[in-house]
């Protein structure tokens, strides 16, 4: 019994076909009719023929579907990923995700991606505009930076006993003190509680 399956290139239907030798002339018309529409190719009569056909259809599909696709892995990303490390590549060598890729990212013959160590992700509406990193994970505060608040001090006061004016040192009365200082000016991380992935970008099967 022949099975057929159509030419995985392109946008294509997938189709099998069992029939049995005596049904032949009665579709021989819509096979015919098929054939017009669609390329086909004859495999295997094995059910695993047509499986092996399928998958590398599915396959193809989802492989230009994820192009550009960002994941974070907990393990090394496998075949096909580039990690975003900041590493620059030819063009040539991934033509697929090199056309996708925003202008910003590319440079003549080779395209160079963005170093994703320690920073998030967020959202844009324009593909141009992300895989941009910017900002910072630490502030150091400025004085502007600080909330309103006021230093309250009460200078020392001098006290003189009843009697005969004693020697006072006038210029000692009233001289200015400071109120102490604290801090050391470090720099203030601005991160939430977090866990580490490893960000790559797919570029296609290898």
Same mark, same amino acid.
């Given at each position: 019994m022949p099975r057929h399956t159509p030419n995985l290139t392109g946008n294509k239907i997938i189709r099998a076909i069992s029939v049995d030798v005596a049904l032949m002339?009665? !579709?021989s018309d819509a096979i015919t009719a098929l054939t017009n529409l669609y390329s086909w190719v004859k495999i295997g009569d094995d059910v695993n023929d047509i499986i092996d056909e399928c998958k590398d259809y599915i396959e193809q599909w989802y492989n230009n579907m994820f192009i550009g696709a960002v994941y974070g892995f907990a393990v090394d990303p496998? !075949?096909?990923w580039?990690? &975003?490390d900041?590493?620059?590549y030819a063009k040539v060598d991934y033509p697929e995700l090199s056309?996708?890729?925003p202008s910003h990212l590319i440079s003549g013959d080779n395209f160079t991606l963005p170093d994703a160590t320690d920073a998030f992700p967020y959202g844009v509406q324009d593909h141009n505009n992300g895989m941009i990193v910017t900002g910072s994970n630490s502030i150091t505060l400025t004085e502007a930076q600080l909330p309103p608040h006021t230093h309250t001090y009460t200078p020392p006061? &001098?006290?003189i006993p009843a009697g005969p004016p004693p020697q006072v040192n006038v210029a000692g009365i009233g001289t200015p003190t400071d109120t102490g200082s604290a801090g050391s000016g470090d720099s203030v991380d601005i991160r939430p509680k977090r866990f580490g992935l490893v960000f790559a970008i797919y570029?296609?099967?290898?």
């Open positions: 002339p009665h !579709v496998p !075949v096909g580039l990690l &975003l900041g590493s620059t056309s996708l890729l006061t &001098l006290t570029a296609g099967r290898e």
